[in-house]
T-cell receptor
Framework: GDSVTQMEGPVTLSEEAFLTINCTYT??????LFWYVQYPGEGLQLLLK?????DKGSNKGFEATYRKETTSFHLEKGSVQVSDSAVYFC????????????FGKGTKLTVNP | GAVVSQHPSWVICKSGTSVKIECRSL??????MFWYRQFPKQSLMLMAT?????????EQGVEKDKFLINHASLTLSTLTVTSAHPEDSSFYIC????????????FGNGTRLTVT
């Protein structure tokens, strides 16, 4: 079945450091790919998405590129801030229009001043 | 703006009692709502999918008599945890979408349930 594997945390960085959170997926065809962010005590917020191969999603300085050849959607940010501290979830939506999302286990990021 | 309101944000109940969690779409018609359960340090596990006016579709391993889902209107779905036990303690999150093409999925802020 469809699955998402993302790098296990927790990840701790200093402010202004470079961030990469790896995400790979297993799915048939061309799923849509997402990154969600969950701040403490809150629900999930969509951070960015990509719906086809080679698409790059970007938002708030975060970027991820849909790589079909490596089945990956790694999240990157050039300079993290303390306010980026949260749990990040990679997710896929199977090709075909089902709204069901398959989530990775989440990666907790802590950014220290 | 936000768009899905989930209530309560946290609840503590005694073992054996039932708890109802509400999920409301504030400015769109939510034809489909999803209920997730999130265990500590783990991902969100889809429990069930509900379409307005229909019975919910439960994922494998989820007890439908234990987790009652009602989606009686286009703006409200409820999850009732019946005869709660400590192992039901978890973070429950709803999400909702409309039937318009490319409609985004909006998440509620979640409900922290603690069963004592």
């Amino acid at each position: 079945g469809d699955s998402v594997t993302q790098m296990e945390g927790p990840v701790t960085l200093s402010e202004e450091a470079f961030l990469t959170i790896n995400c790979t997926y297993t799915a048939t065809g061309y799923p849509s790919l997402f990154w969600y962010v969950q701040y403490p005590g809150e629900g999930l917020q969509l951070l960015l998405k990509a719906t086809k191969a080679d698409d790059k999603g970007s938002n708030k300085g975060f970027e991820a590129t849909y790589r079909k050849e490596t089945t990956s959607f790694h999240l990157e940010k050039g300079s993290v801030q303390v306010s980026d501290s949260a749990v990040y979830f990679c997710a896929l939506q199977p090709q075909g229009g089902s709204e069901k999302l398959v989530f990775g286990k989440g990666t907790k990021l802590t950014v220290n001043p | 703006g936000a768009v899905v309101s989930q209530h309560p944000s946290w609840v503590i109940c005694k073992s054996g009692t039932s708890v109802k969690i509400e999920c409301r779409s504030l400015d769109f018609q939510a034809t489909t709502m999803f209920w997730y359960r999130q265990f500590p340090k783990q991902s969100l596990m889809l429990m069930a999918t509900s379409n307005e006016g229909s019975k919910a579709t439960y994922e494998q391993g989820v007890e439908k008599d234990k987790f009652l889902i009602n989606h009686a209107s286009l703006t409200l779905s409820t999850l009732t945890v019946t005869s709660a036990h400590p192992e039901d303690s978890s973070f429950y999150i709803c999400s909702a979408t409309s039937d318009k093409k490319n409609s985004p999925l909006h998440f509620g802020n979640g409900t922290r349930l603690t069963v004592t």
